[in-house]
């Protein structure tokens, strides 16, 4: 199915869901295995190399039979000296002479053995890296469940990789074998200064410089763009793409030494959650990993750290911008069974949406249909919420645009005078995707909302700017809208601005409107 077409009336969404999240798992762990395998290629031939260095230093390191045999015969022949010009003070013969080890020569052994013990170590770690990730792609076949289990036990999988810490040991690995290659490059270095070669050890200490400066500028220069670009046009500076894990290591370590100094300067520290520990499943009669990861999604299944929700979300991040991965997702949240977890979600994720969502679910309606009531506008109330945290992030998005902008009448037709933002669009968007029908009704909604000075906020305002702005709406609907406005009081001076310049924009509107017809009849 093409990311850009509609999925069929009769496709299951929880398949689409399932199928995205397949794509980007495969995406994602053939890029790892990748890098891993290329890393792995690497270091076997670089440990081939510094091997033959770790013999050489393993030579010095150790007394030679040769050299000791030389002393020997040296002591003898003092002695025999000693026989026919006796020496008072000569020193006895010692049968085991030892040999110096020059400090220079054990510091070429550290570098050699120290670096040949990473890279072979990076090389173990990298064999179990592919065997995690192996198991944490493969495909669950032959476990009881629907498609919805499925994408649940593929999050999580992620989230136990990302728990666990296998993408952190992951990127770890390149930062070993660097790490390797700079202490083979230190041996060298003092080698050639120990052999007195040092035109050989300046040019090559030359060379090695560059190499480690160019190693460290590239890892810096992404933490300096992100903290110091800020400041400057993004039109005029190219985004940096030395995108390495030590420099991403780079730049949490400056994060965070950043928070730490404005915690120093300001004394005001946030608090934090601790989280609760997993209940971990236990692996008896289980076959293999797929089976256990079967048994441990049934465990957690209602938790707040691995169920359907948070995989939804998971993958939503990443695709609610593909119109048929929209469409999919707005029919799986659609299921009041998930409803819960995509509270947590907005809980967790999104407190200001929380909050309106936790005043409606204490909404109580009157009337002899009140449950009813109660239950549509809290199951409205959850999608709409769910989408707009999907979609909207601090700018207009048309991802479901149009179901957004429905639910939104439907909440406010349920409940008037309840707290619920409109959703933002541009003026394009609106004039595009949403008939004019329903623009009209929206208008119609935000009137009766100003005139009986009920909650209204910055996204109402902008909703009447933009549509208004298209230029069809009627003179007498704007009139309304005038009115409504004049009357409403808003206590923010933020609103208050919005306000004014809703009104200048209407008179402008109504003036224009209003001026041909009056050339028209003179």
């Known amino acids: 199915?093409?990311?850009?077409?509609?999925?069929?009336?009769?496709?299951?969404?929880?398949?689409?869901?399932?199928?995205?999240?397949?794509?980007?798992?495969?995406?994602?762990?053939?890029?790892?295995?990748?890098?891993?395998?290329?890393?792995?290629?690497?270091?076997?031939?670089?440990?081939?190399?510094?091997?033959a260095f770790s013999i050489e230093s393993?030579?010095?390191?150790r007394a030679d039979p040769a050299e000791k045999t030389v002393l020997l015969l040296r002591a003898l022949l003092e002695v025999q000296y000693n026989a026919t010009r006796p020496q008072p003070n000569i020193a006895p013969i010692n049968f085991d002479p030892q040999i110096p080890i020059t400090a220079a020569a054990r510091r070429i052994g550290i570098y050699n053995f120290l670096s040949l013990t990473l890279s072979l170590i990076d090389?173990?770690?990298?064999?179990?890296?592919?065997?995690?990730?192996?198991?944490?792609?493969?495909?669950?076949?032959?476990?009881?469940?629907?498609?919805?289990?499925?994408?649940?036990?593929y999050f999580m999988r992620y989230k136990g990789m990302e728990k666990w810490q296998v993408f952190t040991i992951l990127t770890l690995l390149p930062l070993i074998l660097l790490f390797s290659l700079l202490l083979f490059f230190a041996g060298i270095i003092e080698l050639l200064l120990d052999i007195d070669a040092e035109d050989c050890a300046s040019?090559?200490?030359?060379?090695?410089?560059?190499?480690?400066?160019?190693?460290?500028?590239?890892?810096?220069?992404?933490?300096?763009?992100?903290?110091?670009?800020?400041?400057?046009?993004?039109?005029?500076?190219?985004?940096?793409?030395?995108?390495?894990?030590?420099?991403?290591?780079?730049?949490?370590?400056?994060?965070?030494?950043?928070?730490?100094?404005?915690?120093?300067?300001?004394?005001?520290?946030?608090?934090?959650?601790?989280?609760?520990?997993?209940?971990?499943?236990s692996l008896g009669g289980t076959q293999s990993w797929s089976d256990f990861d079967w048994l441990l999604y049934n465990e957690l299944k209602a938790s707040q750290d691995v169920n359907l929700g948070w995989g939804?979300?998971?993958?939503?991040?990443?695709?609610?911008?593909?119109?048929g991965f929209a469409e999919a997702f707005y029919q799986c949240i659609r299921d009041a069974t998930i409803h819960h977890n995509l509270w947590g979600i907005l809980s967790e994720r999104d407190p200001r949406r929380w909050e309106v969502m936790e005043k409606a679910l204490s909404w109580r309606a009157v009337g002899a249909d009140a449950l009813q009531v109660e239950d549509k506008y809290k199951r409205d109330m959850t999608i709409f919420q769910t989408l707009a945290h999907m979609t909207e992030r601090d700018q207009p998005s048309t991802a479901c645009l149009d179901k957004r902008?429905?639910?939104?009448?439907?909440?406010?037709?349920?409940?008037?005078?309840?707290?619920?933002?409109?959703?933002?669009?541009?003026?394009?968007?609106?004039?595009?995707?949403?008939?004019?029908?329903?623009?009209?009704?929206?208008?119609?909604?935000?009137?009766?909302?100003?005139?009986?000075?009920?909650?209204?906020?910055?996204?109402?305002?902008?909703?009447?700017?933009?549509?208004?702005?298209?230029?069809?709406?009627p003179i007498a609907k704007l009139n309304s809208i005038q009115e409504a406005l004049e009357g409403w009081k808003p206590k923010e001076i933020s609103l208050q601005v919005d306000k004014m310049t809703l009104l200048n924009h209407i008179r402008t509107l109504t003036a224009s409107t209003v001026r041909p017809h009056i050339l028209g009849d003179t």
């Open 58 to 61: 393993y030579h010095s390191l």
């Open 1 to 51: 199915m093409s990311r850009n077409t509609k999925p069929n009336a009769t496709s299951d969404p929880w398949e689409t869901c399932l199928n995205d999240a397949k794509r980007y798992l495969a995406g994602d762990i053939e890029m790892w295995k990748d890098g891993v395998q290329n890393l792995l290629i690497f270091a076997g031939l670089f440990s081939g190399v510094v091997t």
């Open 312 to 323: 939804l979300h998971w993958i939503g991040r990443r695709y609610m911008q593909s119109e």
């Open 405 to 473: 902008v429905k639910l939104f009448l439907k909440i406010k037709r349920l409940r008037p005078d309840g707290e619920v933002d409109c959703p933002v669009a541009s003026s394009f968007d609106w004039e595009n995707l949403i008939s004019d029908e329903t623009r009209q009704s929206v208008l119609e909604v935000l009137i009766k909302t100003l005139q009986q000075g009920r909650e209204c906020n910055a996204t109402h305002i902008s909703a009447i700017d933009r549509i208004i702005a298209l230029k069809r709406t």
């Open 123 to 153: 090389v173990m770690i990298g064999i179990l890296c592919l065997q995690w990730l192996r198991e944490y792609g493969r495909i669950p076949d032959g476990m009881p469940g629907s498609r919805r289990d499925e994408l649940a036990i």
């Open 203 to 281: 040019v090559a200490s030359v060379f090695i410089g560059f190499a480690t400066a160019f190693m460290l500028i590239t890892t810096l220069l992404p933490t300096f763009q992100s903290f110091f670009s800020r400041s400057l046009s993004r039109r005029h500076v190219a985004q940096c793409p030395y995108k390495s894990p030590q420099a991403r290591i780079a730049y949490r370590l400056v994060r965070a030494l950043w928070r730490f100094g404005n915690y120093l300067a300001s004394k005001w520290r946030r608090g934090s959650n601790l989280e609760h520990d997993a209940h971990k499943p």
